[in-house]
T-cell receptor, first 119, second 110 residues
Framework: GAGVSQSPRYKVAKRGQDVALRCDPISGHVSLFWYQQALGQGPEFLTYFQNEAQLDKSGLPSDRFFAERPEGSVSTLKIQRTQQEDSAVYLC?????????????????FGPGTRLTVL | DAKTTQPPSMDCAEGRAANLPCNHSTISGNEYVYWYRQIHSQGPQYIIHGLKNNETNEMASLIITEDRKSSTLILPHATLRDTAVYYCIVRSSNFNKFYFGSGTKLNVKP
């Protein structure tokens, strides 16, 4: 079956522009995660959804970052008024069950990421 | 708040075992250690995970010290396709988050 897909794969934005990054998780997966990966660094957690509920947004770096998953499937990460420091790869991951229910049993399946470059 | 420390890079000869170390001295009693790898321009790929017992699967083995402050990922017979960045990760106790470190770039050489 299809894995996690993300679009666009590459995005170039001028400073101050708004961007929207899309994630299509594996069909039926309850949990969805967003990560930010700066060049040469490991991914850093941004936010977590259980179905349509955003249960953890502690990693969002500022109020310019907003994520949604209105129908519990596709998710969008929106960045308003982009800054140069927002340049990074944004990774989406999904897993079959709710995190608290699955515990350590379910692993996270990652998409290929969207590389955002802010000029 | 980095929870893991790994060497930035390692070399390994093709066909030999690759042993990748990780320190996680502040790990809590109910936090698991996961290993993922990331090949250039791809998303991270799951390898293995464990709590306190050693684990083995078709890809690798995970050795966790008794005090749980460090672990070692072992690729028994490294191939050129194993060249990647390997991340040692502590998973939060509420299972919502993975804390990635900076990873180890493993270079497998012919």
């Amino acid at each position: 079956g299809a894995g996690v897909s993300q679009s666009p794969r590459y995005k170039v934005a001028k400073r101050g522009q708004d961007v929207a990054l899309r994630c299509d998780p594996i069909s039926g997966h309850v949990s969805l995660f967003w990560y930010q990966q700066a060049l040469g660094q490991g991914p850093e957690f941004l936010t977590y959804f259980q179905n349509e509920a955003q249960l953890d947004k502690s990693g969002l770096p500022s109020d310019r970052f907003f994520a949604e998953r209105p129908e519990g499937s596709v998710s969008t990460l929106k960045i308003q008024r982009t800054q140069q420091e927002d340049s990074a790869v944004y990774l989406c991951a999904s897993s079959p069950r709710a995190a608290w229910l699955a515990g350590t049993t379910d692993t996270q399946y990652f998409g290929p990421g969207t590389r955002l470059t802010v000029l | 708040d980095a929870k893991t420390t790994q060497p930035p890079s390692m070399d390994c000869a093709e066909g030999r075992a690759a042993n990748l170390p990780c320190n996680h001295s502040t790990i809590s009693g109910n936090e698991y250690v996961y290993w993922y790898r990331q090949i250039h321009s791809q998303g991270p790929q799951y390898i293995i995970h464990g709590l306190k017992n050693n684990e083995t699967n078709e890809m690798a083995s995970l050795i966790i010290t008794e005090d749980r402050k460090s672990s070692t990922l072992i690729l028994p017979h490294a191939t050129l396709r194993d060249t990647a960045v390997y991340y040692c990760i502590v998973r939060s106790s509420n299972f919502n988050k993975f804390y990635f470190g900076s990873g180890t770039k493993l270079n497998v050489k012919p």
